[in-house]
């Protein structure tokens, strides 16, 4: 059974910084890739960053220079580092995993940028 768990979520002030974590198992995780997608209310869920299983990254225009995708290979962990946050940024973000593309999607984590 694959369970990707996210955490880090939270309520911060403009400018601030979050990291946000997220535990996978029941996968091989060291030959996923692995994303962070977000969905603010009334949007429609968005490619935020992507690690690929030889730790290629890419990120939406939105968040280059703000935001930093890593993995732990040996702790099944993707981590997405946040900073310089805008209020924009408040959305529910979920952690995707695949081979090719995310089969596997966790339940989310909130976050929320105050102004």
């Known amino acids: 059974q694959v369970q990707l768990v996210e955490s880090g979520g939270g309520l911060v002030q403009a400018g601030g910084s979050l990291r946000l974590s997220c535990a996978a198992s029941?996968?091989?995780?060291?030959?996923?890739?692995m994303g962070w997608y977000r969905q603010a209310p009334g949007n429609q869920r968005e490619h935020v960053a992507t690690?690929?299983?030889?730790?290629?990254?890419n990120y939406a225009d939105s968040v280059k220079g703000r935001f930093t995708i890593s993995r732990d290979n040996a702790k099944n962990t993707v981590y997405l580092q946040m900073n310089s946050l805008k209020p924009e940024d408040t959305a529910v973000y979920y952690c995707a995993s695949g081979r090719l593309g995310y089969d596997y999607w966790g339940q989310g984590t909130q976050v929320t940028v105050s102004s």
């Open positions: 690690i690929t299983s030889s730790f290629s990254t």
């Open positions: 029941g996968i091989i995780f060291r030959l996923n890739r």
